[in-house]
């Protein structure tokens, strides 16, 4: 991903934190006529080390259906691609007061690159089930326990592929307005942030407070 220096995240959590607050990951990998894409929900694997300081060296844990034949492509070890697309809205000049000027889109999305491996063990791939049912109960749900749908799980669980994705390297974009004057970035959060939208209002919450948009401030 092509990301101009004024919009890379000087500080690397901001790439974790659109890793966890958009978990929905697009898996692509090399396909006989084009590119796989699946859409996938992944989480941090509970033995990752380096996950504080970014994504590199992290490993991340997902699932998909074996039905699929993205699956029935994967080996262990092959290169994959992880995108996260975070909040994102257009731009309107109008927002500028000036003239002459151009629209633009803003948005956030980050790219991971590394290996993938698929997991054999049913009772692993349950686990990675498990585990990202109790993540996202947690950070997005009412706090549901699966114990008393076990069997339930156990009974669909076949039908799961589970894996690993081991980053080796991560990109971040986060195009928001750093080019603008202050005063005309936080007129343009305002006005994300006064719409009813969540998308709106959480792209409005990073143009606020992603520091580079004060270090490249002009």
């Known amino acids: ?44 694997a509970p033995d990752t080390t380096s996950w504080n300081d970014g994504p590199e060296g992290a490993t991340l844990l997902g699932h998909m259906n074996r039905a699929n034949s993205h699956w029935g492509s994967l080996t262990d070890g092959t290169h994959a691609q992880l995108v996260f697309t975070g909040p994102n809205g257009y731009v309107s000049p109008t927002v500028y007061e000036t003239s002459p000027a151009a629209p633009t889109w803003n948005f956030v999305s980050v790219h991971l690159r590394g290996r993938l491996r698929p997991i054999s063990d049913f009772e692993e791939t349950l686990e990675v089930v498990r585990l990202t049912v109790e993540a996202y109960e947690k950070n997005f749900g009412d706090g549901w326990e699966m114990d008393s749908s076990l069997e339930y799980f156990r009974n669909i669980g076949p039908a799961v592929g589970g894996f690993r994705f081991d980053v080796e390297s991560a990109d971040g974009m986060f195009k928001l307005s750093q080019e603008k004057h202050p005063e005309t970035r936080r007129r343009i959060a305002d006005r994300f942030g006064g719409r009813r939208s969540g998308r709106a209002t959480e792209l409005a919450f990073f143009m606020r407070q992603f520091t580079s948009a004060d270090h490249h401030a002009s």
């Open 1 to 44: 991903m092509y990301v101009p220096s004024i919009y890379q995240a000087e500080d690397r959590a901001w790439l974790r934190h659109v890793v966890e607050r958009y978990p929905l990951a697009t898996v692509i990998t090399n396909g006989p006529q084009a590119p796989y894409a699946t859409h996938v929900p992944v989480i941090p």
